[in-house]
C-alpha cells in the first residue's frame, strides 16, 4: 500500500519558520514528481510547491515564492518542504502528494496519492 506520512506541523509566530518533512513508502517514488498542497478553513485546496522525479526542476505558487523551498531526498524516500518568513495567510492543512508523471505537475487531478495532512497555524 502506498503510504505518505507528513511531519514537521506546528504554531508558529508570523516571520518563523518550519520545516515539513513527507516519508514515502510502498512505491518507487523517486520515478515520480512530488509536491505540497495546502487547504485553508473554508477555502478548497491549493497547489503549494512541486519537485521534478530527479529533485532538478521546482516550481512554486505565487503566493510562496521566495519564502519556501521545496526539495526531496530520494534514497530515503523523502520530501521537504522548509517554509520561512511564514504569515497567517500561510496557516492550513499541508498535504504531501505524488504525481502520475515525471515532470512538474500543479492540477491537483495529477496527483493520485495523497497524505494525512500536517495542520501549519501562523500566529500574528
Known amino acids: 500500500q502506498v503510504q505518505l506520512v507528513e511531519s514537521g506541523g506546528g504554531l508558529v509566530q508570523a516571520g518563523g519558520s518550519l520545516r515539513l518533512s513527507c516519508a514515502a513508502s510502498?512505491?518507487?517514488?523517486?520515478?515520480?514528481?512530488m509536491g505540497w498542497f495546502r487547504q485553508a478553513p473554508g477555502k478548497e485546496r491549493e497547489f503549494v510547491a512541486a519537485?521534478?522525479?530527479?529533485?532538478?526542476?521546482?516550481d512554486y505558487a505565487d503566493s510562496v515564492k521566495g519564502r519556501f523551498t521545496i526539495s526531496r531526498d530520494s534514497a530515503k524516500n523523502t520530501l521537504y518542504l522548509q517554509m520561512n518568513s511564514l504569515k497567517p495567510e500561510d496557516t492550513a492543512v499541508y498535504y504531501c502528494?505524488?504525481?502520475?508523471?515525471?515532470?512538474?505537475?500543479?492540477?491537483?487531478?495529477?496527483?493520485?496519492?495523497w497524505g494525512q495532512g500536517t495542520q501549519v497555524t501562523v500566529s500574528s
Open positions: 519537485i521534478s522525479w530527479s529533485g532538478g526542476s521546482t
Open positions: 510502498g512505491r518507487t517514488f523517486s520515478s515520480y514528481a
Open positions: 502528494v505524488v504525481a502520475s508523471t515525471r515532470v512538474i505537475v500543479t492540477a491537483i487531478y495529477e496527483y493520485p496519492y
